[in-house]
């Protein structure tokens, strides 16, 4: 069992970049390069386990697109020449991690609901391109609602031709479970529909947060309906080609959220993999608070 515990902060700055921050990140095996398309802090979800903490308003409002691009190539520069390994950030950071694994589009909300995603998208994979960076992947973490938008099509499209995964969320098998840890309006059926339209296209990775709120682990009815929402999405087509079971590792805005026991995590992986026939990783949590 891979078993995963650095890398406990994702801060999103760097010699004072607005956008484009170096991690560290447990599930890349490596060093990603973070693009916050939300530095406003605004999404379509609250999600009860983000560590934004949204009750505060942010100093930046939107992506100053052209200072992202400058941010961008600065950044692909230090991490071409290998110079990034040898700030004080990463200089101790070991052999086997020191490799840039992808370019990934998250940040402080959901980076789909940006206006000219696909546009960013395609200028982002020229830059990447232009540093003779073609392996190296470029991974959107999302949570699927806006897929059925066309300009976020084209986006996922110009991914698919640029090394691109899509990290897509799902966090839950019922509509109720689904409304209390996500805290959002739209319907969980969106969710689950987009989900599959993107699988049709192409194969995608499914990234599920679980842990305890007020004490309390997700009941086994809950994991049961999740696993059932996967082997939904790969009889009607759809190709997941990983799922990643995860808990929380940074402190949540919320104080109410603790994360689940490495065996809780084992477990709930051990069901994806008996009951879909899907391959599943963890990665565990942390109590250091």
Same mark, same amino acid.
């Given at each position: 069992m891979t078993t995963h515990r650095l890398h406990t902060q994702h801060q999103r700055n760097f010699d004072g970049n607005r956008f484009v921050y170096p991690v560290l990140s447990r =599930?890349?095996?490596g060093l990603s390069i973070g693009v916050n398309l939300n530095p406003d802090k605004i999404c379509n979800f609250d999600c009860i386990y983000c560590q934004v903490d949204r009750r505060t308003e942010s100093e930046v409002r939107f992506v100053e697109s052209e200072r992202y691009f400058a941010e961008l190539e600065e950044m692909l520069d230090l991490c %071409?020449?290998?110079q990034i390994f040898q700030t004080g950030k990463f200089a101790e950071t070991p052999d086997h991690l020191r490799r840039v694994n992808d370019i990934a589009?998250? &940040?402080d909300g959901e980076p789909t609901t940006y206006k000219n995603f696909d546009e960013l /998208? +395609? =200028?982002? %994979? +020229?830059i990447k391109r232009r540093h003779g960076l073609d392996d190296v992947k470029m991974v959107l973490i999302t949570n699927a609602t806006m897929f059925h938008r066309p300009h976020v099509q084209r986006g996922l499209e110009i991914l698919d031709a640029n090394q691109g995964e899509i990290w897509a969320k799902l966090? %839950? &098998?019922t509509e109720p479970y689904y409304r209390t840890i996500e805290r959002t309006k739209i319907p969980f059926q969106r969710v689950l529909d987009n989900l599959l339209l993107a699988a049709q296209a192409r194969p995608i990775v499914i990234q599920s947060m679980f842990l305890k709120l007020l004490g309390q682990s997700p009941s086994a009815e809950e /994991?049961? %309906?999740y696993c059932s929402r996967l082997s939904e999405v790969r009889s009607r087509g759809g190709k997941i080609k990983l799922v990643q079971v995860y808990t929380v590792a940074r402190k949540p805005a919320e104080s109410i959220v603790a994360p689940l026991a490495d065996d809780e995590v084992d477990a709930i992986a051990q069901q994806v993999r008996d009951q879909t026939g899907l391959a599943a990783e963890v990665y565990y949590g942390s109590s250091d608070y």
């Open positions: =599930r890349s095996k %071409a020449s290998g589009f998250s &940040g /998208i +395609e =200028r982002s %994979a +020229e966090d %839950a &098998g /994991i049961t %309906a």
